[in-house]
């Protein structure tokens, strides 16, 4: 097991924001990173790659609140035959026809894909929700192995619901349990719409037995506070918190753009967080996210459309000018929450041996005072050269180390035009 140098490296502290000259140790055994003088760089040259960041700034990668991996291959697939009309048609023509037709092949390729869009764009953990109704069984282990193999650590878990009946449903329910009982895990529901009395309370019945949390999309779309109504009497947060999805700091509820203030009190008087996903909600035309009432658990998605969060952090930022109550800083302490939800959970892969590399060749000064303004309308994720995950160096020069990238894009993009041709 090497132990890494960064030479030379400008730090950035992701949470003070201060700026120093550095010269950084990182080790894949302890999580945390070590700062060592000029005159001590000799000791450490046996046992050490050392890797020059002179003119590089460094910082702590990113992690992505709400992502699905298993949309990945349909990048390009060209939309129905008939235009999606609504939101819930949307699902039907696209998303449910698409997971549909996964299996264990395309599950891999779809993982290993982007697990490597995500180190390359900086992030180093990924939390997903995976759905695959005629490749349930194992399929989040296909998963986990693959972002293991790329590098990159992980939160997964299975999007149960009983839109395709009663046995997926119950074997949505049946991979969750197999899975968390070995590994951090989540308990994933796909949303209070085709979620069932019955399913749910097994949910969170599985929840409290492992200590775990619920991660659902919430209120995406008017629909799902519709058909609530309609079917349980009370709108979605208030079936959720009573049903005691709420109750733990694991919980993750996504999206929650269509809440009343009385749900939005709910949540944020609980101990459950809120990722917000804005590119996607532009891109289904759902509406617009306003975290004013949530409070301050609040992280950024990607829901599936690409692997870059920052990018992601960016969007909201803009559009939240209108639409939100987000400001400079809390677009960026947005971006950084997914560590305190890690690290207050005890979530393994969240350390500070997690680090991205930057060729920012900035044109103005940048300074503690003004980071902000760089990391708004400055930084990218293009100027990602390397990425360290859990002290490992898997991008160097904006190449994956750890995988053959390109026998990957290769194989992915058969195993697309095959998912393709199943769909037409
Ligand atoms: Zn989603």
């Known amino acids: 097991m090497m132990n890494l140098l960064l030479k ?21 055994d302890i999580t945390d990173i070590q700062f060592i003088k000029a005159t001590e760089i000799k000791a450490h040259d046996r046992d050490t790659e050392v890797l020059d960041c002179t003119g590089k700034l460094v910082t702590k990668s990113f992690a992505i609140g709400h992502h699905h991996a298993y949309s990945a291959l349909a990048r390009g697939m060209g939309a129905p035959k008939k235009k999606p009309e609504n939101f819930h048609e949307m699902l039907q023509d696209v998303w ?12 891999e390729s779809s993982a290993l894909v982007t697990a490597m869009a995500c180190a390359k764009a900086g992030s180093t953990f990924i939390i997903d929700h995976h759905s695959s109704p005629f490749a349930v069984r194992g399929s989040l282990e296909i998963i986990a192995k693959a972002f293991e193999q790329v590098g990159v650590s992980h939160l997964l878990c299975y999007e149960i619901s ?21 590994h951090q895990g989540l308990v994933g529901l796909h949303a209070s719409f085709t979620v069932s009395n019955d399913t749910l309370k097994q949910a969170v019945r599985i929840m409290q037995k492992h200590k775990s949390g619920i991660h659902i999309h919430v209120a995406e779309d008017p629909y799902d506070q519709e058909r609530c ?12 918190s009573e049903a005691g999805v709420l109750n733990s700091p694991q919980t993750i509820l ?11 009190e709910i949540i944020r008087s609980s101990p459950a967080w809120v990722v917000q996903n804005c590119e996607s909600n532009l891109n289904n035309n759902v509406g617009y996210f306003n975290g004013s009432g949530l409070g301050e658990k609040i992280m950024h998605g990607t829901d ?4 870059d969060i920052l990018r992601s952090a960016r969007a909201a930022y803009f559009v939240g000018q209108r639409f939100d109550n987000i400001k400079d800083e809390s677009a960026y302490r947005r971006l950084r929450n997914v560590h305190h939800y890690l690290s207050h959970n005890d979530f393994k892969g969240g350390g500070d041996n997690n680090l991205i590399v930057l060729d920012y060749d900035t044109p103005t000064p940048l300074m503690r005072e003004n980071f902000f303004g760089h990391f708004l309308f400055g930084i990218t994720s293009n100027h990602i050269t390397d ?9 160097r020069d904006r190449k994956i180390t750890t995988v053959d990238e390109q026998a990957i894009l290769k194989e992915s993009r058969k195993q697309a035009e095959r998912l393709w041709k199943s769909i037409r």
């Open 387 to 395: 990425v360290i995950s859990g002290g490992r160096l898997i991008v």
């Open 254 to 264: 996504v999206h929650c753009l269509h809440l009343d203030m009385n749900e939005k």
């Open 8 to 28: 030379n490296a400008v730090y950035i502290d992701w949470q003070t924001l201060e700026i120093s000259k550095r010269n950084i140790l990182v080790r894949q």
């Open 229 to 240: 109504l309609k079917e349980h009497g009370k709108r979605v947060v208030g079936r959720l």
């Open 162 to 182: 009983d839109r395709d009946g009663t046995v997926i449903a119950r074997e949505g329910l049946d991979e969750t349990e197999s899975y968390i009982r070995h």
């Open 304 to 307: 599936g459309m690409h692997s």
């Open 96 to 107: 449910w026809t698409l997971d549909k037709h996964l299996d264990a092949e395309l599950i």
